[in-house]
T-cell receptor
Framework: GAVVSQHPSRVICKSGTSVKIECRSL??????MFWYRQFPKKSLMLMAT?????????EQGVEKDKFLINHASLTLSTLTVTSAHPEDSSFYIC?????????????FGPGTRLTVL | AQTVTQSQPEMSVQEAETVTLSCTYD???????LFWYKQPPSRQMILVIR??????QNATENRFSVNFQKAAKSFSLKISDSQLGDTAMYFC???????????FGTGTRLKVLA
Protein backbone atom coordinates (compact mmCIF):
# COMPACT_ATOMS: atom_id res chain seq x y z
CA GLY A 1 0.00 0.00 0.00
CA ALA A 2 0.80 3.73 0.08
CA VAL A 3 1.91 4.07 -3.54
CA VAL A 4 2.45 7.43 -5.19
CA SER A 5 2.85 7.75 -8.93
CA GLN A 6 4.20 10.58 -11.04
CA HIS A 7 3.67 11.21 -14.71
CA PRO A 8 5.61 11.68 -16.85
CA SER A 9 8.82 10.12 -15.58
CA ARG A 10 10.84 12.30 -17.87
CA VAL A 11 10.03 15.15 -20.21
CA ILE A 12 11.98 17.27 -22.64
CA CYS A 13 10.54 20.57 -23.77
CA LYS A 14 11.53 23.70 -25.59
CA SER A 15 12.28 26.93 -23.80
CA GLY A 16 9.15 29.03 -23.36
CA THR A 17 6.68 26.16 -23.24
CA SER A 18 4.75 24.93 -20.21
CA VAL A 19 4.98 21.47 -18.72
CA LYS A 20 2.54 19.75 -16.39
CA ILE A 21 3.57 17.01 -13.97
CA GLU A 22 0.95 14.86 -12.25
CA CYS A 23 1.23 13.28 -8.83
CA ARG A 24 -1.30 10.67 -7.74
CA SER A 25 -1.79 8.74 -4.53
CA LEU A 26 -3.00 5.37 -5.81
CA UNK A 27 -4.34 3.63 -2.74
CA UNK A 28 -4.94 6.32 -0.15
CA UNK A 29 -6.32 9.80 0.16
CA UNK A 30 -3.73 12.49 0.65
CA UNK A 31 -4.74 15.47 2.71
CA UNK A 32 -1.44 17.11 1.94
CA MET A 33 0.95 16.83 -0.99
CA PHE A 34 4.42 18.25 -1.31
CA TRP A 35 6.57 19.20 -4.27
CA TYR A 36 10.34 19.03 -4.11
CA ARG A 37 13.12 19.91 -6.48
CA GLN A 38 16.41 18.06 -6.48
CA PHE A 39 19.57 19.14 -8.26
CA PRO A 40 22.20 16.53 -9.17
CA LYS A 41 23.89 15.07 -6.12
CA LYS A 42 22.02 17.48 -3.87
CA SER A 43 19.31 17.22 -1.28
CA LEU A 44 15.59 17.66 -1.76
CA MET A 45 14.42 21.26 -1.63
CA LEU A 46 10.80 21.76 -0.65
CA MET A 47 9.06 24.00 -3.15
CA ALA A 48 5.49 24.04 -1.91
CA THR A 49 2.87 22.36 0.20
CA UNK A 50 -0.62 21.84 -1.12
CA UNK A 51 -3.83 20.87 0.58
CA UNK A 52 -6.86 19.65 -1.34
CA UNK A 53 -9.16 22.48 -2.29
CA UNK A 54 -6.96 25.32 -1.10
CA UNK A 55 -4.10 27.36 -2.47
CA UNK A 56 -0.61 25.99 -2.21
CA UNK A 57 1.86 27.42 0.26
CA UNK A 58 5.16 28.21 -1.41
CA GLU A 59 8.55 28.23 0.23
CA GLN A 60 10.57 31.39 0.26
CA GLY A 61 12.26 32.05 -3.06
CA VAL A 62 9.93 29.84 -5.11
CA GLU A 63 8.04 31.78 -7.79
CA LYS A 64 4.38 30.85 -7.48
CA ASP A 65 3.58 32.25 -10.92
CA LYS A 66 6.20 30.02 -12.51
CA PHE A 67 5.41 26.87 -10.57
CA LEU A 68 1.63 26.51 -10.52
CA ILE A 69 0.30 23.89 -8.17
CA ASN A 70 -3.22 22.54 -8.20
CA HIS A 71 -4.50 20.01 -5.70
CA ALA A 72 -7.77 19.18 -7.36
CA SER A 73 -8.70 16.12 -5.35
CA LEU A 74 -7.52 14.00 -2.45
CA THR A 75 -5.57 11.81 -4.86
CA LEU A 76 -4.21 14.24 -7.45
CA SER A 77 -1.88 17.21 -7.42
CA THR A 78 -0.30 18.83 -10.46
CA LEU A 79 2.75 21.01 -10.87
CA THR A 80 2.87 23.18 -13.99
CA VAL A 81 6.16 24.79 -14.90
CA THR A 82 5.14 27.81 -16.95
CA SER A 83 7.34 29.38 -19.62
CA ALA A 84 10.09 26.91 -18.82
CA HIS A 85 13.73 27.90 -19.24
CA PRO A 86 16.91 25.81 -19.15
CA GLU A 87 17.52 26.77 -15.51
CA ASP A 88 14.24 25.02 -14.62
CA SER A 89 15.77 21.72 -15.71
CA SER A 90 15.83 19.51 -12.65
CA PHE A 91 14.41 16.44 -10.96
CA TYR A 92 11.00 17.09 -9.44
CA ILE A 93 9.63 14.80 -6.73
CA CYS A 94 6.20 14.82 -5.17
CA UNK A 95 5.10 13.22 -1.95
CA UNK A 96 1.77 12.64 -0.28
CA UNK A 97 0.74 12.47 3.35
CA UNK A 98 -2.38 10.55 4.36
CA UNK A 99 -2.77 12.69 7.44
CA UNK A 100 -3.94 9.82 9.57
CA UNK A 101 -3.00 9.39 13.18
CA UNK A 102 0.47 8.17 13.84
CA UNK A 103 3.91 9.12 12.59
CA UNK A 104 4.04 12.00 10.13
CA UNK A 105 4.98 9.95 7.13
CA UNK A 106 5.20 11.11 3.54
CA UNK A 107 5.12 8.70 0.62
CA PHE A 108 7.24 9.70 -2.31
CA GLY A 109 6.66 9.47 -6.02
CA PRO A 110 9.40 8.18 -8.33
CA GLY A 111 10.21 11.67 -9.62
CA THR A 112 10.11 13.46 -12.96
CA ARG A 113 13.20 14.56 -14.82
CA LEU A 114 12.58 17.79 -16.68
CA THR A 115 14.97 18.94 -19.37
CA VAL A 116 14.38 22.32 -20.98
CA LEU A 117 16.23 22.91 -24.22
CA ALA B 1 14.41 27.42 12.57
CA GLN B 2 15.15 23.74 12.42
CA THR B 3 18.28 22.51 10.72
CA VAL B 4 19.59 19.05 9.84
CA THR B 5 23.29 18.39 9.33
CA GLN B 6 24.94 15.37 7.77
CA SER B 7 28.67 15.85 8.05
CA GLN B 8 29.76 12.89 5.91
CA PRO B 9 29.27 13.62 2.20
CA GLU B 10 30.62 10.21 1.17
CA MET B 11 31.35 6.93 2.86
CA SER B 12 32.31 3.47 1.79
CA VAL B 13 32.12 0.12 3.52
CA GLN B 14 33.07 -3.43 2.67
CA GLU B 15 30.27 -5.87 2.06
CA ALA B 16 29.14 -7.61 5.28
CA GLU B 17 30.74 -4.91 7.45
CA THR B 18 28.99 -2.35 9.63
CA VAL B 19 28.79 1.37 8.90
CA THR B 20 27.37 4.31 10.82
CA LEU B 21 26.03 7.46 9.19
CA SER B 22 25.77 10.55 11.35
CA CYS B 23 23.03 13.16 11.57
CA THR B 24 22.59 16.05 13.94
CA TYR B 25 19.71 18.46 14.13
CA ASP B 26 18.74 21.61 15.87
CA UNK B 27 15.26 22.40 17.13
CA UNK B 28 13.45 23.93 20.05
CA UNK B 29 10.47 21.65 19.54
CA UNK B 30 9.81 18.83 21.98
CA UNK B 31 7.57 16.72 19.79
CA UNK B 32 9.00 15.63 16.48
CA UNK B 33 9.90 12.75 14.20
CA LEU B 34 13.21 11.79 12.64
CA PHE B 35 13.63 9.71 9.51
CA TRP B 36 16.30 8.10 7.43
CA TYR B 37 15.53 7.80 3.74
CA LYS B 38 17.46 5.91 1.11
CA GLN B 39 17.67 7.15 -2.47
CA PRO B 40 19.19 4.53 -4.79
CA PRO B 41 20.24 5.32 -8.37
CA SER B 42 16.59 4.97 -9.43
CA ARG B 43 15.97 8.18 -7.40
CA GLN B 44 12.95 6.66 -5.61
CA MET B 45 12.92 7.78 -1.99
CA ILE B 46 12.57 4.79 0.33
CA LEU B 47 11.90 5.04 4.05
CA VAL B 48 14.56 3.14 5.97
CA ILE B 49 13.62 3.86 9.55
CA ARG B 50 11.86 6.44 11.70
CA UNK B 51 12.02 7.52 15.32
CA UNK B 52 9.48 9.35 17.44
CA UNK B 53 11.19 11.85 19.71
CA UNK B 54 9.09 10.90 22.72
CA UNK B 55 10.27 7.30 22.53
CA UNK B 56 13.50 6.61 24.37
CA GLN B 57 14.00 3.22 22.76
CA ASN B 58 16.06 3.27 19.60
CA ALA B 59 14.21 2.14 16.48
CA THR B 60 15.34 -1.01 14.69
CA GLU B 61 14.38 -2.43 11.30
CA ASN B 62 16.21 -5.64 10.48
CA ARG B 63 19.82 -4.64 9.63
CA PHE B 64 19.12 -0.96 10.24
CA SER B 65 19.14 0.65 13.66
CA VAL B 66 19.46 4.14 15.02
CA ASN B 67 21.27 5.70 17.93
CA PHE B 68 18.96 8.48 19.04
CA GLN B 69 20.51 10.87 21.56
CA LYS B 70 17.82 13.47 22.23
CA ALA B 71 19.85 15.68 24.53
CA ALA B 72 22.71 15.77 22.06
CA LYS B 73 20.27 16.12 19.13
CA SER B 74 21.96 13.29 17.34
CA PHE B 75 20.34 10.61 15.19
CA SER B 76 22.84 8.22 13.60
CA LEU B 77 22.02 5.26 11.38
CA LYS B 78 23.84 1.96 11.74
CA ILE B 79 23.76 -0.50 8.88
CA SER B 80 24.88 -3.98 9.82
CA ASP B 81 25.98 -6.72 7.42
CA SER B 82 26.14 -4.21 4.58
CA GLN B 83 24.93 -5.42 1.21
CA LEU B 84 25.67 -4.20 -2.30
CA GLY B 85 22.05 -3.11 -2.56
CA ASP B 86 22.60 -0.66 0.27
CA THR B 87 24.62 1.52 -2.10
CA ALA B 88 22.64 4.77 -2.26
CA MET B 89 22.29 8.31 -1.01
CA TYR B 90 21.00 8.44 2.54
CA PHE B 91 19.08 11.44 3.80
CA CYS B 92 18.25 12.27 7.38
CA UNK B 93 14.98 14.20 7.79
CA UNK B 94 13.26 16.07 10.61
CA UNK B 95 9.57 16.81 11.00
CA UNK B 96 7.83 18.76 13.74
CA UNK B 97 4.98 16.58 14.86
CA UNK B 98 1.76 17.33 13.03
CA UNK B 99 3.24 19.47 10.28
CA UNK B 100 4.28 16.71 7.87
CA UNK B 101 6.86 19.18 6.64
CA UNK B 102 10.26 17.54 6.28
CA UNK B 103 13.61 19.24 6.55
CA PHE B 104 16.26 17.16 4.84
CA GLY B 105 19.96 16.99 5.48
CA THR B 106 22.43 17.28 2.63
CA GLY B 107 22.82 13.53 2.32
CA THR B 108 25.56 10.92 2.61
CA ARG B 109 26.55 8.92 -0.43
CA LEU B 110 27.25 5.36 0.70
CA LYS B 111 29.07 2.88 -1.45
CA VAL B 112 29.22 -0.77 -0.47
CA LEU B 113 32.30 -2.46 -1.88
CA ALA B 114 32.39 -6.11 -2.95
Amino acid sequence: GAVVSQHPSRVICKSGTSVKIECRSLDFQATTMFWYRQFPKKSLMLMATSNEGSKATYEQGVEKDKFLINHASLTLSTLTVTSAHPEDSSFYICSAAPGREGPDEQFFGPGTRLTVL
Amino acid sequence: AQTVTQSQPEMSVQEAETVTLSCTYDTSESNYYLFWYKQPPSRQMILVIRQEAYKQQNATENRFSVNFQKAAKSFSLKISDSQLGDTAMYFCAFDTSGTYKYIFGTGTRLKVLA
